[in-house]
């Protein structure tokens, strides 16, 4: 069975991010793209514009030392620009570490991520960590 276009998308965009690339994760990114974060904590809010997205996801190596990775688990996709990840995050930071799964709802026009709704199990434990 054939990839879906967008699924395909998706999944280069996670295996780049794994990588450090930010380069690649550019080139899949609208430039208004906006990157939403749920909770309370100091590394949520809404990134607005792919600089902001970029830096974001800097941050996040930055404030774990490097140990935050992301495992895709499994895709979504509707057909019409929408596709759903689920994975699993892990990273440590100042003593804690951090084990969870989660997922984010991407938007796709054309062949770029415009939108992305970021999904956690547990608020506390994700606020907890990062704060």
Same mark, same amino acid.
């Given at each position: 069975m054939t990839e879906h276009?967008?699924?395909?998308?998706?999944?280069?965009?996670?295996?780049?991010?794994?990588?450090?690339?930010?380069? &690649?994760?550019?080139?899949?990114?609208?430039a208004d793209c906006t990157h939403h974060v749920p909770g309370d904590s100091p590394m949520s809010g809404d990134f607005k514009g792919i600089d902001a997205a970029?830096?974001?996801?800097?941050?996040?190596?930055?404030? &774990?030392?490097?140990?935050?990775?992301v495992e895709l688990q499994h895709l979504f996709v509707d057909g019409r620009g929408h596709v759903l990840s689920v994975h699993r995050s892990t990273a440590e930071r100042g003593g804690r570490t951090f084990d969870a799964p989660g997922g984010i709802l991407f938007r796709i026009v054309g062949d770029k991520i415009?939108?992305?709704?970021?999904?956690?199990?547990?608020?506390?434990?994700?606020? &907890?960590?990062?704060?």
């Amino acid at each position: 069975m054939t990839e879906h276009p967008h699924a395909a998308l998706v999944r280069k965009g996670y295996e780049a991010f794994s990588r450090g690339d930010m380069d &690649t994760l550019r080139g899949m990114m609208a430039a208004d793209c906006t990157h939403h974060v749920p909770g309370d904590s100091p590394m949520s809010g809404d990134f607005k514009g792919i600089d902001a997205a970029l830096a974001h996801y800097a941050k996040m190596a930055e404030e &774990t030392g490097g140990t935050f990775r992301v495992e895709l688990q499994h895709l979504f996709v509707d057909g019409r620009g929408h596709v759903l990840s689920v994975h699993r995050s892990t990273a440590e930071r100042g003593g804690r570490t951090f084990d969870a799964p989660g997922g984010i709802l991407f938007r796709i026009v054309g062949d770029k991520i415009t939108d992305l709704d970021e999904c956690v199990e547990d608020l506390d434990t994700v606020n &907890t960590f990062w704060s």
